[in-house]
Nanobody, 116 residues
Framework: QVQLVESGGGLVQPGGSLRLSCAAS????????IAWYRQAPGKQREWVAT???????NYAGSVKGRFTISRDSAKATVYLQMNSLKPEDTAVYYC??????????WGQGTQVTVSS
């Protein structure tokens, strides 16, 4: 059973930064990719960023240039560094792990609130 635990969320002022962590139970190398998603109140969950096993990254247009996804394989942890945060970044952030031939695994989410 795969477990993903997100942490690092909180309240931050506009223009501030946060780093989210997603700690996996076991090696993250067994997944094709790890991704971050977010869901704001009253909205559908949306994709934010992806990091593949080979190290390729991809970002949603709304966060490109501000967010960075990275990993520490030794710690089985994926990070989302979020800079220049905006109120519209307020959401619950989820990490997901995508195996080659089965459904993805999801964490429980961590709340990010950007407000003055």
């Amino acid at each position: 059973q795969v477990q993903l635990v997100e942490s690092g969320g909180g309240l931050v002022q506009p223009g501030g930064s946060l780093r989210l962590s997603c700690a996996a139970s076991g090696s993250i190398g067994r997944f094709n990719s790890i991704a971050w998603y977010r869901q704001a109140p009253g909205k559908q969950r949306e994709w934010v960023a992806t990091l593949t096993t080979s190290g390729l990254t991809n970002y949603a247009g709304s966060v490109k240039g501000r967010f960075t996804i990275s990993r520490d394989s030794a710690k089985a942890t994926v990070y989302l560094q979020m800079n220049s945060l905006k109120p519209e970044d307020t959401a619950v952030y989820y990490c997901s792990a995508w195996p080659a031939a089965s459904n993805p695994y999801w964490g429980q989410g961590t709340q990010v609130t950007v407000s003055s």
